[in-house]
Each structure stands twice: as C-alpha cells, then as structure tokens.
C-alpha cells in the first residue's frame, strides 16, 4: 500500500510536470483526486489492509494527497504566469512603428472662399443675413426696377416655378426683404445660391454662388463703394504675391436696381497689369457689378429717397475662388472629386 502511495505521488508529478494549459490541469485534477480518481481508489483499497495498519495508512494517504494538491496549485499557479506573459506579447505595442496616416478632411475651395468674405466684411462691421431660393416674381424682379419687359425675365434666363414664383436669379432679392423689415442704416451681406437657365461649360454653371452687399444710411456715396470694395478685394486676395496692392477699376454699366451702375475689375494679379492670357491682355479682370441704389428701389421699400442713399454690389463666389486659387474649370467645384477639393 505504502508502495502504491509513493507510485501515484510521482506519477502525479510527472503528469503535472507535462500539463501545458490550465484545461489540461482540471483535466488531471479530476484523474487524480475526483470521484473516480486514482487517490479515491487508493482509499476504496482500505478495507484490504490489517485493521492495525489502518490509521497510519490513512495518515499516508492523507499526507500524499495535501502534497498532491499543494503540486496542482503549484502548477496551476505556473501555467496562469506563462499564459498571461503570452498574452502580454502578443499584445505589445511596437512604439518604433511609423503611424498610420489618418487622412484628413479638407473644407471645400468654395466653402473657402465664402468663409473668407464673410469674415471680411464682419471685419468691416457687415451683418451676414440669407434670403429664399424660391422667390415670387416681385422680390425677385418688381421690387428691384426689372419691369415686365426687362430681358432678365425671359424664360430663357430663369427657372420658373409657376406663374409668380422664379428660383431666384441674383441674391439681390435679399435686399428687399431685410429693408421691407428694418429702418436704416442697413449694412448687410448675403450670400447663396443662385439659378439661371444657362448651359454648363467652362465658366458657367446653371446653380452658382452669389454674394450681394448692401449699406443704406445718411450721406453714403459713390466713393464709400469703392473704397469699400478695394479693401475688400485687397484683403481677399492679400496671400496672393501682389495681392495686397491690387488696383481696382470701375467702368460705366447699366442695371435696373441702380443708378449710377458699373462693373468692377482688378488689376490682373497674374501678370500685374502686363497683360496675359488669363486677363485676355488686358492687365483687368471683371469680378461683378455695384452702383448706387436706385432711388425707385428706396422707394419700393418705403424709405426716403431724399434723405438716405446707398450703394449695392454682387459677385460670383466661384468667380473669386478660381483667381484665387488658379482654377479655371468651374465644373470642378461641383465633381466632389476628392483629387481636386484635397489641392486647397
Ligand atoms: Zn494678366
């Protein structure tokens, strides 16, 4: 018996001593000291040994399986070090390793733009404000001296909805609305969207970005416009190398809503009035229209002609960021190729 105690003690040793997971190890815990295990057996045996004999013999088997167990927590102890600095190696981060480039997003060159006059004018003490897209025929025309018979109306130049609804053609429909709703001095900006029916090419879009100014008070004039729109025009486009000097050119032109009306230029910032090819030789470049209120639109909204004056002007936005940026596609604002938006 003695013998057969000292034999399951050392091949217990040895089965613990091969064991290599933790599942093993339950696995010859059960074989040894389960119900059906080789120890229980050893003590099942008991009733073969002398009666004399019996109590040493119980110490023995005893003494055997403390030992027993103090080798399967041992163990048991072991194999959890070994799994968790196995665990601990595969999940070690390699600091060396260059990182992964996170690609960034980029705001849109037009979004750009936009952002940029907007903070400008705020600079200058504008209120940005936003106006409809769908407009009725008088914000959009009447109110704005472009009679029934202007050429502006025709179908062939707006989007109509109905009878008397248009997508807005210019956001100089904005201007009614803020001065239908305030009493000078208004001093407000207003970009957005604007819709003509025209064929899409190289420089027009049917749906395109517009910016309109409008400042009404007492005693504004002509030369308030220009210095205003110089300072503008040098700020916007001041990171590009003779920017900030820019000259600026206003030529005689007509519109309905002002009088005196003309179109504004700058001096080519791409050959610095020389003459190239994106100036057409002409050392100008044309960017919108302004002039001075017309007295009849004052009247429109019931203000005073004689005692307020004001200037207006309006400019495409995709007109400003394709000098800005040298783009000279502007159907590549509207692809959403990330190729193209990712340059700016
Ligand atoms: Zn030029």
Known sequence: MQEQIQQLEERASQRLHEVASLADLEEVRRALLGKKGELTALLRGMGGVAAGERPRMGQLV????LRIEAMLEARGAELTRIARDAALAAEIIDVT????????GRRHPLTQTSDDIVRIFSGLGYEVVEGPEVETLYYNFDALNIGPDHPARDEKDSLFISDNLVMRTETSAVQIHVMESRQPPVKIIAPGRVYRRDAVDR????????????LVDQGVTFGDLKGTLTAFLQQLFEAIPGGSSLRTRFRPHYFPFTEPSAEFDISCIFCGGTGCSTCKGTGWIELGGCGMVHPGVLENVRYDSETYTGFAFGFGIER???????????????????RFSQQF
């Open 62 to 65: 005893n003494d055997a399986k």
């Open 97 to 104: 390793l260059p990182a992964r480039a996170v690609p960034f």
């Open 203 to 214: 420089t027009h879009s049917a749906i395109f970005h517009q910016v309109e100014g409008l």
């Open 320 to 338: 400003m960021a394709m000098i800005k940026f040298g783009i000279d596609n502007i159907r590549l604002f509207y692809d959403n190729d990330i």
